[in-house]
């Protein structure tokens, strides 16, 4: 069973930054890709950025291509998305994800990931 835990949520001003990192229980954190998620009140969980096990390939959302960055440390077991430019259509919580173990390519379909983290809320006021 792998545990995911986010933090690095919180309150900023627009055109601000955040870091959130998710730390992974498992030590095959390595052999997983992970992703992040997002949802806002009265929407459904929307896709942000994908990593593969390696961190070799990573994709963006469009609505946050450009500002946020996604990376991993995989002796550390976990992921790092750093935010810049927020924008108040940024709010939401934000999920981390893993894919199931050994499933190394990265995805965009909250369907294909099987461990969830309990979310950190982001909030972004203009």
């Known amino acids: 069973q792998v545990q ?20 992974a229980s498992e030590r095959t ?7 992040w998620f997002r949802q806002a009140p009265g929407k459904e969980r929307e896709f942000v950025a994908t990593i593969n096990c390696n961190g070799a390939n990573i994709y963006y959302a469009e609505s946050v291509e450009g500002r946020f960055t996604l990376s991993r440390d995989n002796a550390k077991s976990t992921v790092y998305l750093q ?3 927020l924008k108040p259509e940024d709010t939401a919580v934000y999920y981390c994800a893993s894919r199931s173990l050994f499933i190394c390519s990265p995805s965009d379909r909250p369907s294909e990931y099987h461990y969830w983290g309990q979310g950190t809320q982001v909030t972004v006021s203009s």
């Open 29 to 35: 954190f390595s052999t997983n890709a992970m992703g």
């Open 83 to 85: 935010m810049n430019s």
């Open 4 to 23: 995911l835990v986010e933090s690095g949520g919180g309150l900023v001003q627009a055109g601000g930054s955040l870091r959130l990192s998710c730390a």
